[in-house]
Structures are given as C-alpha cells and as structure tokens.
C-alpha cells in the first residue's frame, strides 16, 4: 500500500504569516494533486501536478512537485483566515491510469487567526 | 445549480438497520465514486464506476453495495449496520477515468450508527 504522509498534522498561525505544508511517499506517482475541504463540504482541488520539478502558483498559494515525483510541497504566503481548511494531497500511482486510485494524504489542517 | 449533490446530509439509525445514501451529478462526467472519510479525516476509495459499469471495489463489507442506474447516478445502499460503519461517506465525480481528471465531491453524508 503506499502511503502519502503530510506534516504538519495541525498548523495554527497569525494572519499575515507564510507557511509550508509538506507532502511526502517513498513511492513515485505520475501525478499529484492538491485539494482543499472546508468543514460540512467535500475536498475541492486547487491544483494537479504532473511533471517532477514542476511548480504552480495559484495566487498566494505556490505547489511544487519534487523532481523525483515522490513529493509536493505547498506554500502559501500571507495567509488570510479564509485559507483556514484541511489541506489534502492525493497521488496517483505511477503506471495506474485510474484516476480513481488516488491515494490521499492524512491532511494538514491550518487555522489562520484574525 | 449543484456539481454533485448527495442525500441526506445527515443519517442517524440503529444497529442492524439498512440505509441508502443517493447521489446525482450534473456535470455529465463519465465516472462516479464513493469515499468514506474517517473520524481523523482519511479519505478512502470504497468503489468506483464508469459508464454504469464497476471498475474498482476496493476492500469493502459486502453488505455495501453501490448501484448506479445510469451515469448520473451512483447510490450506496448498505445492509446491517455497524457501529465502525459511522463515518462521513463522500460521492465525487470526474469527467474521464484517468489520473489526470480531478474529482468532483459532494458535501457528504454524515452517518451515525447508534
């Protein structure tokens, strides 16, 4: 089984304050993906990565896909209390086509403070 | 107006009762699941179809059992329920079956067995 591990578990910062939420398997997947989940909702993505060493912006939010595919970092910068949500990351595994076998990370769940 | 919509949003029964949970997507996506998120937030595929058809039935009771009727519908109907059934059980749907295709997740049903 592999396994998506993200640290940290619980993240609790100040409005205006940058932060890194980490990724990390032992195993290479041919894509990432990263999902944000608001209480009472489903996870809705923000972002997929494919190639290793690739890196996305999304506005404050930076993704990066490290170059051996076996992790992804995302950080955000200045947060704001609305990026307060559980953050998932979710890889598919190398040489599967389903997307359905995405195998999802534990979460990080960050609460940005007024 | 709603991507993925799933009922009820909320279900609580006894032990042994049966229960269905109904899900529909509009946005003509081939390919429809079923999550269950436990009690720590890990999110895990229970099954998946595509066209109508099951592609993945992971390690689940069989007293699960999914059924869709026609591509825009997948329900879980589950038979003599079990305290360790309580969870928040998610509907998503992606648009191919590939790892590329982000999912699409309802806002979940949260069952309490009792």
């Known amino acids: 089984t592999q396994l998506l591990e993200q640290s940290p578990q619980f993240l609790s910062i100040q409005e205006g304050e940058n932060l890194t939420v980490y990724c990390n398997s032992s195993s290479v997947f041919s894509s990432l993906q990263w999902y944000r989940q608001e209480p009472g909702e489903g996870p809705v993505l923000l972002v997929t990565v494919v190639t290793g060493g690739e890196v996305k912006k999304l506005k404050r939010l930076t993704f990066q896909f490290g170059d051996a595919r076996k992790d992804s970092s995302l950080h955000i910068t200045a947060a704001q209390p609305g990026d307060t949500g559980l953050y998932l990351c979710a890889g598919a595994s190398l040489g599967e086509t389903s997307g359905s076998r995405l195998t999802f990370g534990e979460g990080t769940q960050l609460t940005v403070n007024p | 107006d709603t991507a993925v919509s799933q009922t009820p949003k909320y279900l609580v029964t006894q032990m042994g009762n049966d229960k269905s949970i109904k899900c529909e997507q509009n946005l003509g996506h081939d390919t429809m699941y079923w999550y269950k998120q436990d009690s720590k937030k890990f999110l895990k595929i229970m099954f998946s179809?595509?066209?109508?058809?099951?592609?993945i039935n992971e390690t689940v009771p069989n007293r699960f059992s999914p059924k869709s009727p026609d591509k825009a519908h997948l329900n879980l109907h589950i038979n003599s329920l079990e305290l360790g059934d309580s969870a928040v059980y998610f509907c998503?749907?992606?648009?191919?079956?590939?790892?590329?295709?982000?999912?699409?997740f309802g806002n979940g049903t949260r069952l309490t067995v009792t």
């Open positions: 179809y595509n066209n109508k058809e099951l592609i």
């Open positions: 998503a749907s992606s648009q191919f079956f590939t790892a590329y295709s982000p999912l699409h």
